[in-house]
């Protein structure tokens, strides 16, 4: 709005071209002055780090307008709908978790306006090793300790659950140390040991386990 003073601050449109800038007059919304003016195209880029482990946090190099808003954000292969992102505003390189599931995924740098991909890196999320092993003997009620290998990533943690479900019946953080020292169930029956990685809380290990 004009009173708002001068100069105007406008934000050009994300796709490049030819466009006016012109003075509306509020009433009938007559346009008193136009000027033509052309936008030009942006370009962006990404440096993808090698070494690229599921759940792991990444520090991302990119390039690009920095316009607010603008982020850096990781996409499955060939979608648009991100898992995580960190704002450009925060500066270069960029933190961003990486999805807990191993597969392919790309890194893009997207422009806030409209949603824009301005860059997009294809990278390859590789799984990690989680092993988790009990006592033989497992007791309704008991205390047990529970051996694990995975990537004690911060607040990542090792649950027992109803067999195939993802709510911890009890937990033990994976930062507190060897063994994991997990409550039993006071009933007898069909549970699971799991390994819950801190991105998304997915649980990404599973063993079946019997308490008597």
Do not use: C, F
């Not at 000027?35 to 599921?54: E, G």
């Not at 890194?107 to 092993?131: G, H, K």
Request: aromatic share 8%; net charge negative.
């Amino acid at each position: 709005y004009t009173r708002n003073g001068s100069p105007a601050e406008i934000d050009l449109p994300a796709q490049p071209g030819d466009y006016d800038l012109v003075y509306v007059m509020n009433q009938d919304r007559t346009v008193l002055a136009r000027t033509p003016i052309t936008v030009t195209a942006v370009t962006a880029s990404i440096t993808a780090p090698q070494d690229l482990s599921a759940g792991a946090k990444v520090r991302v190099d990119w390039s690009g307008p920095d316009n607010r808003n603008d982020y850096i954000g990781i996409v499955p292969r060939g979608e648009d709908a991100h898992t995580d992102y960190a704002y450009t505003r925060n500066g270069s390189p960029a933190e961003i978790d990486l999805p807990a599931e191993p597969g392919e995924y790309d890194l893009v740098y997207v422009m806030n306006q409209d949603r824009i991909i301005l860059a997009r890196e294809p990278i390859m999320v590789s799984a990690v090793t989680i092993t988790l092993s009990a006592p033989d003997e497992l007791t309704a009620g008991a205390t047990v300790p529970v051996d694990w290998d995975g990537p004690d990533y911060p607040s990542d943690y090792i649950a027992v659950t109803e067999r195939g479900e993802s709510k911890a019946l009890s937990y033990r953080y994976t930062r507190n140390g060897q063994p994991a020292m997990l409550d039993l169930p006071a009933t007898a029956g069909d549970y699971d040991l799991v390994y819950v990685m801190r991105v998304g809380n997915t649980v990404v290990h599973r063993v079946p386990i019997s308490v008597r």
